[in-house]
């Protein structure tokens, strides 16, 4: 009976494993997405989609290493990443209406 808990053990600490490895090249791909782009949109998506791949690995730390504080760690990444896609996304808005608006003023101008 004990030997089956082993085994059970193993394939799960397998499964975690392969889980971290398939997250950590998702999250290098991501970031290849937010440095080619090739629009700003583009890169704050990816960046969002690491924050969460990130906080997924963190949460799977968690379980491996069977500590609770990571999940702790966890959830305060999650709303570090929450807010820096806000803070890009308002950012972006900004810009992007300053743009907009000086080139309503240029072509409003002629």
């Known amino acids: 009976m004990n030997s089956g808990i ?4 193993q394939a799960y600490h397998g499964l975690f494993t392969g889980a971290l ?15 080619v782009g ?5 890169r704050i998506v990816a ?4 924050g969460t791949m990130i906080m997924v690995m963190i949460a799977i730390l ?5 500590e609770g504080y ?9 709303l570090l990443s929450f ?8 950012v972006y808005m900004g810009v992007y209406l300053a743009n907009k608006e000086k080139e309503e003023q240029k072509h ?3």
């Open 6 to 9: 082993t085994i059970l053990e």
């Open 21 to 35: 490895i398939f997250l950590a090249l998702m999250v290098v791909l991501c970031l290849v997405r937010a440095v």
């Open 38 to 42: 090739p629009r700003i949109a583009d």
């Open 47 to 50: 960046i969002n989609m690491m």
């Open 62 to 66: 968690a379980l491996l290493q069977q």
């Open 70 to 78: 990571l999940a702790d760690i966890c959830l305060i990444y999650a």
């Open 83 to 90: 807010l820096a896609v806000i803070v890009l996304t308002r």
């Open 108 to 110: 409003g101008g002629d």
